[in-house]
């Protein structure tokens, strides 16, 4: 099978990266040390070069990920090779993982890339009876790291035929929680809301879906291709969720156009080195800040504090202020392990140096 690379989103200027006799392509599929990369002449497992290997060694950050243009060079049995990852538009990355670490998740400032060189970031979240509530902590976390992303959120409430009624509340709480972005109710299996979604991949435009185990993505992503190219499963009697399903990232290029990154269900995922993500999502409680008396107020207790008279009037929720203060301390933490972590790499590399300059003067004549 072969692939228009314009309709996968390569563009020219991106040729000018490429190394001297290799080609490019990109990454549909990770597994341990190799690739599936979608490239002219077709697909193509392709093992990682001595290049890419050193650089993901030294930072997780630099190995090829689900998204990636790629230079690949072919190899004299005729197998391919990554032989290097080319700049990304875009980079979802969660915080906090390390090859140690338990769960996925841990504190020592490592990130993992999700999805690279995305448009779109869909957040989905589920809506599954009259008595259930978004999970909007979840919303405002997914959204702040879609917005450091550089790519646009548009939150999707998905299932929305199962939410029996107070359908329009919910949705007037997501918008709440994501102020400044996109939210739509969503029906994979009746098609409402579909033709919206699929309005944001025009083009060679990219999406990642991102959620909850259960959220109906791959559902979504099977009804936005008009056929089964992922798995799915029915949702469980006893509370309405759906089964986990989908096991690894995947980019599938859609019949009509696009292309959609289907991922596995999200447990936990932490902050990453935060500039503006926070401040984007919470930028209903940054705007009340600038008209607080003091400049440096904590918001806390002090007088004339306008986010907390907000907090009393209504106008501003609790479990907002709260969500900030939260997101806040974890982006700060966060941002003071990461310094941490670069402080002790490089005074491992300055050891190393060290080390070498004295053996090399033993070694003198």
Not at 168 to 194: I, K, M
Request: net charge negative; with cysteine; glycine share 10%.
């Amino acid at each position: 099978m072969f692939f228009d690379l314009s309709s996968l989103g390569w563009s020219d200027y991106r040729a000018a990266e490429l190394p001297f006799d290799t080609v490019p392509g990109r990454v549909a599929r990770v597994d341990r040390g190799a690739a599936e990369v979608l490239a002219a002449d077709g697909q193509h497992s392709a093992r990682y070069g001595a290049a890419v290997r050193r650089a993901s060694a030294a930072d997780p950050i630099a190995l090829p990920c689900v998204g990636d243009w790629v230079a690949l060079r072919q190899l004299p049995e005729g197998r391919y090779e990554v032989d290097a990852v080319l700049s990304r538009t875009t980079a979802f990355i969660r915080g906090g993982v390390s090859r140690d670490s338990i769960g996925g998740l841990s504190g020592d400032g490592q990130g993992q890339v999700l999805a690279a060189n995305v448009d779109v970031v869909f957040v989905a979240e589920p809506s599954m009876h009259s008595t259930s509530f978004a999970d909007l902590g979840r919303i405002e976390r997914l959204v702040a790291l879609a917005w450091e992303s550089g790519a646009t959120p548009v939150v999707l409430v998905t299932k929305s035929d199962l939410f029996e009624q107070g359908l329009d509340d919910l949705l007037d709480d997501v918008r709440t929680a994501a102020p400044g972005v996109d939210v739509h109710a969503v029906s994979s299996l009746h098609g409402d809301g579909v033709e919206l979604v699929r309005e944001y991949l025009e083009g060679s435009r990219t999406a990642v879906v991102l959620g909850p185990s259960g959220a109906g993505k791959s559902t979504l992503v099977n009804a936005l291709a008009g056929t089964e190219v992922m798995e799915t499963q029915q949702v469980r009697a006893g509370d309405g969720r759906g089964r986990h399903t989908t096991v690894h990232r995947e980019l599938i290029p859609l019949p009509g156009g696009g292309i959609v990154v289907d991922t596995p269900g999200i447990r936990r995922i932490g902050l990453f080195e935060m500039s503006q993500g926070v401040d984007l999502v919470f930028s209903d409680v940054e705007a009340l800040a600038e008209r607080c008396r003091f400049g440096d107020c904590g918001h806390e207790s002090e007088p004339g504090c306008a986010v907390l008279e907000a907090v009393d009037a209504g106008e501003l929720p609790e479990r907002r202020l709260e969500s900030w203060r939260k997101l806040r301390r974890e982006a700060a933490w966060m941002a003071s392990r990461t310094d941490a972590r670069l402080r002790k790499e490089q005074q491992n590399k300055w050891k190393i140096i060290s080390k070498e300059m004295r053996r090399s003067g033993r070694n003198r004549p």
